[in-house]
């Protein structure tokens, strides 16, 4: 094992779960084989929207749901969260999911391509979680940023992809160089855009945090 990983497993290994509906919702996702937050990752969405005490919250990639289900448990009781998904398989499972945690009022799932969505909504929102179709990020940056509140984060998920955007563009398969060159230049983008400040943490699969300019 490397250190990285032992690393990681230490940091999992202090996690105890985020009751009976989440955990069960994490195990259904694993069996099905849906990318739902890793565990390092969860702990820190959960510690940021406790942070931030948004009072609008904007996810990009529901699934079926869990880490919109982890952020409720931290956000404030007045908070609301919108999430966008596309897959028609996973939509019913996250609003049953939504509704057996007695959520469906705070979390409203919007169906269909957050290309075309994000252009429509108005926000805006103190806390955005990009978590969808990652060769999309860098097309989506200009939107979040209009829905983005000044003061407000942005988290982004899953931008070391497997650690693969640190290879040269060379050594990564050819069907996947459109992808690490976009991830790339998204990350470049968040580290030199003057209106944000932004740390890059190596936690799960790589999460991005931006803080936009200015005060909520
Ligand atoms: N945030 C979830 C996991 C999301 S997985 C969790 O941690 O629990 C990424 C999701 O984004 C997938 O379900 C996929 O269908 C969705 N997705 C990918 N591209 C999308 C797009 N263009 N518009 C809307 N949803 C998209
Ligand atoms: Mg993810």
Request: charged share 25%; hydrophobic share 40%; aromatic share 6%.
């Amino acid at each position: 094992m490397t250190e990285r990983e032992r690393t990681e497993d230490y940091i999992v290994s202090l996690e105890s779960g985020h009751g009976s509906l989440c955990d069960e919702i994490a195990r259904t996702a694993r069996e099905e084989g849906v990318p739902i937050i890793r565990p390092g990752t969860a702990a820190l969405l959960k510690t940021l929207v406790t942070a931030v005490q948004p009072s609008a919250i904007l996810e990009v990639g529901t699934a079926i749901g869990y880490s919109a289900l982890l952020m409720a448990q931290a956000m404030p009781e007045a908070c609301v969260i919108t999430t966008i998904e596309k897959y028609e398989k996973r939509i019913p499972q996250a609003r049953e999911n939504f509704k057996r945690a007695g959520e469906e009022r705070r979390i409203h799932l919007i169906e269909g391509d957050a290309g075309d969505i994000l252009q429509k909504l108005e926000g805006p929102y103190e806390f955005i979680f990009m978590d969808a179709a990652k060769g999309q990020y860098l097309n989506w940056l200009p939107q979040v940023l209009r829905l983005l509140s000044p003061g407000g984060m942005l988290m982004s998920d899953n931008i070391l992809q497997e650690g693969t955007v640190l290879e040269s563009r060379f050594s990564v398969e050819r069907r996947d160089r459109t992808i690490h060159s976009r991830m790339r230049e998204y990350l470049y983008c968040l580290k030199h855009h003057p209106d944000l400040t932004t740390a890059i943490v190596p936690i799960g699969d790589g999460v991005a945090i931006s803080v936009k300019k200015g005060c909520i």
